[in-house]
């Protein structure tokens, strides 16, 4: 395994260093895409960073519902700059894109799912040995074994259990 060097994040070839350490201890081939892959994602990173330092983790209460649809609105913009404007100065939306999906994931990993109106969460109830949820075209569904797949109707969700808000 590489050894970690002394890092200047103002260099490149330094980042592209660090990036070969992180390769190198998730066993992931480093390789000039992989490099590439990482280096953006270190961006939107950076950017989660500054403002979880200005604002704080505000992404939390907005619960996974709300966070993939951030990150659709803001793929639209990013789709409709490219479309009618060539692409131009697109990386903080795209990279916006990447946190809010980020956000959604770890919301739906901590059962934050949606924001009820008195501004109090709703927990969801744990699933059986490989099942799991997914957020898909504004719904959630429960996904089974052999490919079964179910919407979780509205109405169960509203009894679901109070979450404790972190």
């Known amino acids: ?15 592209y260093l660090a990036v070969q350490y992180i390769c190198d201890t998730f066993s992931i081939a480093y390789n000039s895409e992989s490099a590439e892959h990482m280096m953006v994602f270190l961006e939107a990173l950076r950017i989660y960073d500054e403002r979880n330092n200005q604002y704080g983790p505000l992404w939390k209460n907005a ?23 060539g692409g131009f100065n697109i990386d903080d939306d795209a990279l916006d894109a ?24 709703k927990k969801m109830p744990p699933l059986p040995q490989g099942w799991s949820y997914e957020y898909y075209e504004e719904q959630l569904w429960r996904l089974g074994p052999n490919g ?5 109707a509205p109405e169960e969700i509203e009894n679901w259990p109070v979450a404790d808000g972190r």
């Open 1 to 15: 395994m590489t050894q970690l060097p002394n890092i200047d994040p103002n260099r490149r070839n330094d980042l």
């Open 63 to 85: 619960g996974a519902a709300e966070n993939f649809f951030d990150a659709s609105r803001k793929a639209r913009r990013v789709k409709a700059v490219v479309m009618s404007e």
């Open 98 to 121: 990447i946190n809010y999906l980020i956000f959604g994931i770890r919301n739906m990993r901590e059962g934050r799912i949606e924001e009820v109106d008195d501004g109090l969460r």
């Open 148 to 152: 079964f797949r179910e919407r979780v």
